[in-house]
């Protein structure tokens, strides 16, 4: 069975200081991992994704993540916070066929000034 | 240029009634899907189609049919609506049929409302 597990609901952080968006997964096949972002009232944008190349991944707005296969673990960080990061995250696994996608319970970042 | 779009925006409906969402996408890409957000912000795949083929169908009530005309569209449609039925409906495609780790590509969302 797939599924993901987002560790905190709300993470809130001040502007400027790093962010950690924790993320674990359990697949029974060889995963594909990626980070959405969601600003209210918005759709879900692609941040970056994990398909089995270099274990660390770099995407957009200075955001990166691991992945730890012995962890089962693909964690988001970004190194200083900006007021424009607040919004809802989402770490997702696809596995299997069909690229059916599975969501985790996602993690409001409030970013304080 | 939008890659993603559905229509309507907001769609706010009384009980019993039927209603449809629209969803197109001008990437060229091969699949698309359904998805619902609930109140508590999760999402759930619901359909997905490949080249007019439906190929994902989730445990969904069969009072919503999805359709898929071209490729290039995917349209939502539900009958005898409910009040469970509230909730953010995301329309999302990918380019390759059915490859896993392949990037879904959202549209805006369409929040419906069953009074």
């Known amino acids: 069975a797939q599924s993901v597990t987002q560790l905190d609901s709300h993470v809130s952080v001040s502007e400027g200081t790093p962010v950690l968006l924790r993320c674990n997964y359990s697949?029974?096949?060889?995963?594909?991992l990626f980070w959405y972002v969601q600003h209210p009232n918005k759709g879900l944008q692609l941040l970056l994704k994990?398909?089995?190349?270099?274990?660390l991944v770099k995407g957009i707005n200075g955001f990166e993540a691991e992945f730890k296969k012995s962890e089962t673990s693909f964690h988001l960080t970004k190194p200083s916070a900006h007021m424009s990061d607040a919004a809802e995250y989402f770490c997702?696994?696809?596995?299997?066929?069909?690229?059916?996608?599975?969501f985790g319970s996602g993690t409001k970042l409030n970013v304080k000034p | 240029d939008t890659a993603v779009s559905q229509t309507p925006k907001y769609l706010v409906t009384q009980m019993g009634n039927d209603k449809s969402i629209k969803c197109e996408q001008n990437?060229?890409?091969?699949?698309m899907y359904w998805y619902k957000q609930d109140s508590k912000k999760f999402l759930k795949i619901m359909f997905s189609?490949?080249?007019?083929?439906?190929?994902i169908n989730e445990t969904v009530p069969n009072r919503f049919s999805p359709k898929s005309p071209d490729k290039a569209h995917l349209n939502l449609h539900i009958n005898s609506l409910e009040l469970g039925d509230s909730a953010v409906y995301f329309c999302?495609?990918?380019?390759?049929?059915?490859?896993?780790?392949?990037?879904?590509?959202f549209g805006p969302g369409t929040r419906l409302t069953v009074l």
């Open positions: 990437l060229g890409h091969d699949t």
């Open positions: 189609y490949n080249n007019k083929e439906l190929i």
């Open positions: 997702v696994v696809s596995v299997g066929n069909f690229n059916k996608f599975y």
């Open positions: 994990y398909t089995s190349a270099a274990t």
């Open positions: 697949s029974s096949y060889s995963p594909s």
């Open positions: 999302a495609s990918s380019q390759e049929t059915a490859i896993r780790g392949d990037t879904q590509y």
